[in-house]
């Protein structure tokens, strides 16, 4: 019997769903996304030092599943992560993910884990950071269109990071409204759910839109947009998917995450293949100056990038060392002698 047991070679922690839960609330939610946000803004700094593509998307009918690689060098992690704005209906989540951490040096795994809830909160913590560098100084209230599984994650990273003290919730379906204004009672956040989107909007510096359907969309019009604002658009992230009406691209400064992955899934596919844009890291390591005045319409085209994940992953594996919410799972074959694989399955006669 011993001698089908796996060596430490062969196990890889793993973080599933419930562990996650856990270890988010042994951190506290609002210090994750604090402490997140911070990890990714490190590995914005050092962007160069990054493997980067465009993710690979596999595109249906219903929706899109991809996968997000990416290295520093030293680690290498990839997502699986899908999109299918249609799954709510039948009881499925529209974004679900798991991902993958491994060591460059052996390419052995070095971390396993649950991605749904961990691409919630680093997509709140990366519109967070962005917010912080974009929105304008003493931004209180947001406006937070779409009510669905990003949003409360949303709008704790923006009061965690960048000190917003009101969110005013609008979604097409009032269920939804319901269902965030619920979850953040409580969370030290006035919240004012909102019949419109025109409503959602009056009097807020930070509009965040996160709707999902797989059309290109106009959740917000140019009228509706007054000058000052910061927008955090991060619903519209695959071909023939966006949020913003085009004419607002033109009057804001766009700040995108790698261009040519947001050319191809962000708001700016609805413009010129030449549309000027920033490169978000450029800003956080102080070679672009972002918000240059009180009038500038800033947007940042979220689409998600594989760097985040890879923060995300960095930041759970340094998180749980001392803690109980992993498991050992023995994803690695693990021979006596690394040349005789065979023999190892003769182990198990
Ligand atoms: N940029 C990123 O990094 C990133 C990361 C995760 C998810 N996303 C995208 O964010 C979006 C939201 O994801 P989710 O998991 O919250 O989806 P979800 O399906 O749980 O929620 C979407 C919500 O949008 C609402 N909605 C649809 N059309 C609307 C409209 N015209 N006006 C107002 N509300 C509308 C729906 O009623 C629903 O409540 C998706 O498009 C997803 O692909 C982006």
């Known amino acids: 019997m011993h001698a089908t047991l796996p060596s430490a070679k062969a196990l890889v922690p793993f973080v599933s769903v419930e562990n996650m839960m856990r270890l988010v609330h042994h951190v506290g939610i609002e210090p994750f996304l604090k ?10 700094r050092r962007w160069e030092s990054f493997d980067k593509t465009p993710r690979l998307a596999s595109h249906s ?13 030293t680690n290498y992690s990839f997502k699986y992560v899908n ?36 691409t919630a909160l680093r997509t709140a913590a990366t519109s967070a950071m962005a ?51 619920r979850n953040l009672e409580g969370k030290g956040l006035q919240v004012t759910s909102c019949r419109t989107a025109d409503a959602a909007i009056e009097g807020s510096q930070i509009i965040t839109t996160c709707t999902a359907d797989k059309q290109n969309a106009q959740i917000l019009t140019d009228n509706l947009v007054g000058s000052g604002v910061h927008i955090n658009a991060i619903g519209g992230d695959c071909p023939g998917k966006t949020e913003l009406h085009p004419d607002i691209l033109l009057r804001a400064d766009t700040y995108v995450e790698y261009p040519p992955q947001t050319r191809i899934e962000g708001e700016i596919q609805q413009m010129s293949e030449d549309f000027p844009v920033t490169e978000l890291w450029k800003v956080i390591a102080g070679l672009d100056s972002g918000r240059r005045d009180d009038r500038q319409i800033t947007l940042f085209d979220s689409v998600g990038f594989a760097i985040e994940d890879f923060s995300a992953l960095r930041y759970v594996r340094d998180k749980l060392s001392g803690t109980p919410f992993s498991q050992e799972l023995d994803i690695v074959a693990d021979p006596d002698d690394p040349r005789d694989l065979f023999g190892m399955l003769e182990r198990a006669r």
């Open 131 to 181: 917010a912080r560098h974009l929105a304008p100084r003493n931004a209180t209230t947001m406006a937070l269109i779409g009510n669905g599984a990003q949003a409360e994650f949303q709008a704790l990273a923006m009061k965690a990071v960048v000190g917003i003290n009101h969110v005013r919730l609008y979604d097409i379906d009032p269920a939804a409204t319901a269902k965030a204004a």
């Open 35 to 44: 402490q997140l946000s911070d990890y990714i803004e490190q590995d914005f």
């Open 61 to 73: 009918r219903d929706g899109v599943i991809e996968l997000m690689p990416t290295s520093d060098g």
């Open 83 to 118: 999109g299918h704005p249609k799954n709510t209906r039948n009881g499925f989540q529209t974004v679900a993910a798991f991902g993958l951490l491994a060591d460059v040096l052996n390419g052995y795994p070095i971390l396993l884990t649950e991605m749904t809830l961990l």
